[in-house]
């Protein structure tokens, strides 16, 4: 167990919806990751936070959103999903900025 | 050229064989070096990680790195059927962590 809860573990929604994805880093980290890993996919980095602040944004599309609130738990949005958006969705968590990070078990969407 | 290239594999050894996996980067500027192995549809879990050149022992997993060469590698000694996975290098400078694609291994009994 990493120490990283994500929820729901799973996620069956329609196209056109929204869904918000939840994240509990480990402990004492104050850095959040978001990644989307899509069927024998590498890691495609979405957005970083760091103590509150966004650090970081990869390739994250429009209708995704996040944002990390003063517990430090983090929360990502996505709305108006397309059936592309099926994909595992991973957060990891750090002490530092880019230290060794720890990921959760991932949230599986599945846009029908 | 790419920050960070990984060999996809597939990678087969024999159960009890050593295995060497590598990455290399472009990058100068990266300072953590780390190392994940991720089950299929699970989370990547963090197996070693380093922040200078040389080697690091973990029971049977080794990672090395070799950064004059921009170079890195995990070693498993005495392999087993469970360590058949991906393996994810990672690196990190202060405002970003890349990951390599990942090699798929497969350890035959």
């Known amino acids: 167990d990493s120490g990283v809860t994500q929820t729901p573990k799973h996620l069956i929604t329609a196209t056109g919806q929204r869904v918000t994805l939840r994240c509990s880093p480990r402990?004492?980290?104050?850095?959040v990751y978001w990644y989307q890993q899509s069927l024998d996919q590498g890691l495609q980095f979405l957005i970083q936070y760091y103590n509150g602040e966004e650090r970081a944004k990869g390739n994250i599309l429009e209708r995704f959103s996040a944002q990390q609130f003063p517990d430090l738990h983090s929360e990502l949005n996505l709305s108006s999903l397309e059936l592309g958006d099926s994909a595992l969705y991973f957060c990891?968590?750090?002490?530092?900025?880019?230290?060794?990070?720890?990921f959760g078990q991932g949230t599986r969407l599945t846009v029908v | 050229q790419k920050e960070v290239e990984q060999d996809p594999g597939p990678l087969s050894v024999p159960e009890g064989a050593i295995v060497s996996l590598n990455c290399t980067y472009s990058n100068s500027a990266f300072q953590y070096f780390m190392w994940y192995r991720q089950y299929s549809r699970k989370g990547p879990e963090l197996l070693m990680y380093t922040y200078s050149s040389g080697n690091k022992e973990d029971g049977r997993f080794t990672a090395q790195v070799d950064k004059s060469s921009k170079y890195i590698s995990l070693f498993i000694r005495d392999s087993q059927p469970s360590d058949s996975a991906t393996y994810l290098c990672a690196m990190s400078t202060y405002d970003k962590i890349i990951f390599g694609k990942g090699t798929r291994l497969h350890i035959l009994p």
């Open positions: 990891a968590s750090s002490v530092n900025l880019n230290t060794e990070a720890f």
């Open positions: 402990s004492g980290d104050l850095s």
